[in-house]
């Protein structure tokens, strides 16, 4: 089965600092993909950047930019020069061929941001 | 471009009374559709997903129930709420069908459900 781990329940960060969010997965399937999203406090879901399993290079999306350790099975998302408005809820989710042909998503328990002046 | 509908934004219900909430979407055709729930401050828990009209597959065993009626059109309902439903159901859509796919999932605005 498949796993995914947000070790981080909450971080502080100061305004033009970069912050890591850290996530972990589990999967015994070869092919997968990985996802963040975030979720400020009005709720909405939006996705900021995907990596695939056999993506050569990190993936990267303006400010945003993902840290991909396949033997250690981590996904870190990066944020550089944070701003007030990156305050929110992260969520990291993975996608693997064997169950989810679909496009199913499994989600992170979610790390909570706040961007401080 | 696409755009994904999701009403009402905010819904207080008694114990036992019906639930009904409805996701559309626009500028794609034979979208994946899903159903999730986020209890307060937790992740996202998936409840239902759908391939195609009439084809519903449940992911949690509930008090829950979806359907697919039009090939855009995803409706969650109950038949008797519980305290228990309380929490906020978010609709999505992706793309793609088969193996990996890079598409993500895109999501309404989401629904505030109380039980009271």
């Known amino acids: 089965a498949q796993k995914i781990t947000q070790t981080q329940p909450g971080m502080f960060v100061q305004e033009k600092e970069a912050v890591t969010l850290d996530c972990t997965y589990d999967t015994s399937d070869p092919s997968y993909g990985l996802f963040w999203y975030k979720q400020p406090s009005s709720g909405e879901m939006i996705f900021l950047i995907y990596q695939g399993s056999y993506d050569q290079q990190n993936a990267t999306e303006g400010r945003y930019s993902l840290n991909f350790q396949k033997a250690r099975k981590s996904a870190n998302l990066v944020i550089s020069a944070s701003q007030l408005g990156d305050s929110a809820m992260y969520f990291c989710?993975?996608?693997?061929?064997?169950?989810?042909?679909?496009?199913?998503?499994?989600f992170g328990a979610g790390t909570q941001v706040v961007v401080t002046p | 471009s696409q755009t994904i509908h999701q009403w009402p934004a905010t819904l207080v219900q008694p114990v036992g009374s019906p639930l009904s909430l409805e996701c559309t979407v626009e500028g794609t055709s034979n979208p994946n559709l899903y159903w999730y729930r986020q209890a307060a401050g937790r992740g996202l828990q998936l409840l239902f997903y759908s391939v195609g009209i009439g084809q519903i597959s449940s992911e949690v065993p509930q008090n829950l129930s979806a359907s697919r009626p039009q090939d855009r059109q995803f409706i969650l309902s109950s038949k008797k709420l519980l305290l228990s439903d309380s929490g906020f159901y978010l609709c999505a859509w992706s793309g793609g069908r088969g193996g990996i796919s890079n598409q993500p999932q895109h999501f309404g605005d989401g629904t505030r459900l109380s039980i009271l």
């Open positions: 989710a993975m996608r693997a061929a064997s169950t989810d042909s679909w496009g199913k998503l499994q």
